[in-house]
């Protein structure tokens, strides 16, 4: 077993996927056989990439005027989507995980129809679950000698980014 710890990769000037993301969603609602119109959700990122430690800061504006019914809450989710692939074609999935790893609730008020908010979402750096934090599996390894880590007491996933290989991890907010 073995362990690669390396920075972000960035150029020189660090505007390497510095991207800002924007989503335009409409959603439209019906509630047994009648109509109750549409919502519309503006959610935007300052940026495409993230370290561990970092807050992922979001907003987002829900306009419900063409909505006849009540929105009570909305959900900000992270989610760890990891594919384990074909290993002679990747684009072919053989294992599908999805996970929650962190959600942030927003209470809608009462008779407004538009609402704007702006917030973060942080991975969780404790759990049950160790391998839920990178940063934590690395320090374990780190703590203790090659020895101990391939004892079967240690038993760690590693989840870091990537994409179109054999493992791929994808991060997403929903």
């Known amino acids: 077993m073995f362990a ?46 993230f370290f561990y430690k970092e807050k992922i800061p979001f907003e987002f504006n829900l306009d419900c005027s063409n909505l006849q019914m009540e929105i009570k809450y909305i959900t900000v989710s992270l989610l760890r989507n990891a594919r384990k692939n074909n290993y002679q074609d990747y684009s072919k999935i053989v294992i599908n995980s999805k996970d929650f790893l962190n959600k942030k609730k927003f209470d809608l008020e009462k008779g407004l129809k538009n609402y ?54 994808d991060y997403l907010y929903i």
């Not at 047994?32 to 959700?41: M, N, Q, T, V």
């Not at 934590?136 to 391939?150: C, K, P, Q, R, T």
């Open 116 to 169: 704007h908010f702006s917030d973060f979402i942080e991975f969780p750096t404790s759990s049950d679950y160790n391998s839920v934090y990178p940063p934590n599996v690395y320090a374990s390894f780190d703590e203790h000698g090659l020895l101990e880590i391939n004892d079967l007491k240690f038993s760690y996933n590693l989840f870091p980014s990537t994409y179109n290989s054999l493992v791929s991890v």
């Open 4 to 49: 690669i710890k390396n920075n972000f990769p960035n150029n020189i000037d660090c505007t390497l996927l510095r991207d800002m993301i924007e989503q335009n969603m409409e959603y439209k609602k019906s509630k047994l056989f009648s109509d109750k119109g549409s919502c519309k959700l503006n959610f935007k990122m300052p940026k495409n990439y």
